[in-house]
């Protein structure tokens, strides 16, 4: 027992300097690659609170306040140290701190990126499983067909139908607003089911579609021809053989699925009046708010990086391939 607990917590030690390893280079790249532009697109917060038609002693002043008249490679060092030590810096707009001004959007878009992944994995599963044990029915064919139509439908189109349906027509749920789960809990709920639902939908069929190919191609596999020679019965076939062999794919499909669902929102955030990350994206670049715009990337990146951890330790858990380390 214990020499298998250490293989386990081995396995997961690797992923994470695997992981690490991965994520320092691709970090360091990417926030120096936004400075480079910043620096490219002359972008200055004297401009932007003072108009084009300030004057150039009144743009080196402010820019002295916020430390752009040093080099380059000195802003880019003082940048990186103070964000380690969890300082975004303060956005050029209204000079509230970055950090705060992500947190209170990021909050939002956990809400709805969370459950819309819940929907997606839970009714893809569904739908992907029974596919997958009648393939080539007429279940598996309608299925395919409602999962085509699901991934070609755009989020925002989705969520005008649901406030349209659900909020305006039938007064279900509020057609937009956000109300915090401190709240209460049907509040917060009822205020993010409907954009969850609109962005789940593709989740839905992505999730389905590979699951359904991944089941099928373990169906085919020797092993499984193995346990049915040994009487072992249906149910335990798939739970023990075909469903561990087949969900590396749509488990790997989830680890790009959720930081895409915050941070393509951008749209259905406005539909549904909600404040949150991909909105203050979108803002903070069509402002040319700099500091603001590298704060997202920062958060960008390490939601991707968190979430993947994460899947790639449940998949080394529960495929048998990934634990022989193949």
Do not use: C
Request: avoid cysteine; hydrophobic fraction near 55%; charged fraction near 10%.
């Amino acid at each position: 027992m214990a020499v298998r607990a250490g293989r386990v917590l081995g396995r997961i030690l690797l992923t994470l300097v695997q992981s690490v390893a991965i994520f320092v280079p691709v970090f360091l790249v990417a926030t120096f690659v936004t400075f480079a532009l910043r620096a490219i697109s002359g972008l200055s917060p004297a401009r932007l609170s003072l108009g084009e038609q300030a004057t150039p002693e009144a743009i080196a002043r402010i820019e002295a306040q916020w430390g752009l008249d040093q080099p380059f490679l000195s802003q880019y060092w003082t940048w990186l140290t103070d964000m380690l030590r969890g300082d975004l810096g303060n956005s050029w707009s209204n000079g509230a701190s970055v950090a705060e001004l992500i947190g209170l959007g990021l909050g939002i878009s956990l809400s709805v990126a969370a459950l819309a992944l819940t929907i997606g994995i839970v009714l893809g599963f569904a739908f992907g499983a029974l596919a997958a044990l009648r393939p080539r029915t007429w279940i598996d064919r309608t299925i395919t067909a409602v999962m085509t139509v699901f991934s070609v439908m755009p989020a925002f189109v989705v969520g005008i139908v649901l406030v349209t349906v659900f909020a305006v027509g039938l007064g279900w749920f509020p057609a937009s607003g956000y109300v915090p789960l401190e709240v209460g809990a049907w509040p917060w709920f009822s205020h993010i089911l409907l954009p969850a639902l609109a962005l789940s939908l593709d989740v839905v069929a992505d999730v389905a579609r590979q699951l359904r190919s991944g089941l099928i191609a373990a169906y085919r596999e020797n092993y499984v021809t193995g346990a049915l020679v040994r009487g072992l019965s249906p149910r335990r076939i798939f739970l023990r053989h075909v469903l561990r062999n087949g969900i590396g794919p749509t488990l790997a499909v989830l680890g790009l699925k959720f930081p895409a669902l915050i941070g393509g929102a951008v749209v259905t955030e406005w539909i549904f009046g909600l404040q949150g990350f991909g909105r203050f994206a979108n803002d903070s670049a069509q402002a040319g708010d700099v500091p603001a715009v590298q704060g997202v990337l920062v958060v960008s990146i390490v939601l991707v990086v968190v979430f993947n951890l994460v899947v790639n330790i449940v998949l080394g858990r529960l495929t048998p391939a990934s634990q022989r380390g193949v």
